[in-house]
């Protein structure tokens, strides 16, 4: 704002503020400048600690949020890695990994009316 006024320019101002108020009145306006000043930057640090309290709260609750989910999470895979378990004492097999698709356009997969229970894919 200022960084186009020379030394000259601003002599001038400072004249033109002396003779409008008087050498009595300008340290009154320079103590309520700095008073005014004091007030807006308590004002604007008062205004940032609302907002990181408000900012805080929400977060808190995503965070608990998130926590109560990852618990949830872990006890509905405990009856499944239990069932797994048995399942491999048993000697039985389980399923580890899905079977990948081939690569390119997806089979066509057709029924036969004649035998209902096989299936049969068609490559083309």
């Known amino acids: 704002m200022f960084e186009n006024l020379g030394g000259g320019e601003m002599l001038l101002i400072f004249l033109v503020i ?22 807006f930057r308590d004002a604007k640090e008062g205004l940032e600690d609302q907002l990181k309290t408000v900012m805080k709260e929400p977060v808190e609750a995503l965070q608990a949020a998130k ?32 079977v990948p698709l ?8 057709t029924v036969s009316m004649t035998e209902p229970t096989s299936l049969s894919s068609k490559a083309e």
Not at 77 to 89: I, R
């Open 18 to 39: 002396l003779i409008f108020f008087g050498p009595k009145k300008i340290p009154e306006l320079a103590t309520s400048l700095g008073k005014g000043m004091r007030k």
């Open 67 to 98: 926590a109560q989910f990852d618990q949830h999470l872990t006890d509905a895979q405990k009856p499944m890695q239990e069932t797994a378990q048995a399942f491999q004492n048993l000697g039985m097999p389980t399923p580890t990994t899905p």
């Open 102 to 109: 081939p690569a390119g356009e997806p089979p066509v997969v």
